[in-house]
């Protein structure tokens, strides 16, 4: 796996290196969504039907699990609380995995795809007090705390929707502030997450390049798994 590089960029700054005022700091009663919480929300409900029926969140990596490595890395990018939906072998996954300090959920439906699994991430968050969830996937190991980090920081308020870039192209973690919860709940479905969201709002979306920091890669099939070694 690639090494991740030293070079940070500027967080809040847009195409060219323009600062973005969508995301120029708030001051006032519209601000104080920027202190608020950033909830870190990991979807590792997947059962991984193309490895064979193997619960991805239990595939080994780096002396840890798929779950464990997530979790640290989204506790290292400053995320708090961290809250974990399981599904597949959830029951397994709770014995053999170290998910101390997480909220963990069950997803009863999460054969019907990761929009399930959104669904019941956002509504375990709801009370919580947090600003925004920021939302990653368990089977990107490439994708460490450095670039979640920046998708966290470009957290401005409420209404605030972020997603890491690479080479310019939208990809995983991405941030949803808590006033957009309900809507992405209610389109949420099948495997399109929040997809159909994202695309309606697709030019309130601020892109966080980290290309230079992370490698966004699937582990789907058997191929993908000699990327864990």
Known sequence: MPAEAETEQDPVRGPGGRPDRSTAPLTGAAGAGAAAPVAGLLLAAGGGRRLGGRPKALLPYRGRTLVENAVRVLREAGCDPVHVVLGASADEVRERADLSGCVVVDNPDWAE???????VGLASLAGTGAGAALVSLVDQPGIGARAVARVREAYRSPTSLVAASYDGERGHPV???ADRWPDI???ATGDRGARVHLKEHAAEVMLVECGDVAAPFDIDTPPDLARLA
Request: proline letters at 0%; glycine letters at 24%.
């Open 113 to 119: 795809g990761m929009g399930s699994s959104l669904r």
């Open 175 to 177: 941030l949803f502030g």
């Open 185 to 187: 709940a209610a389109t």
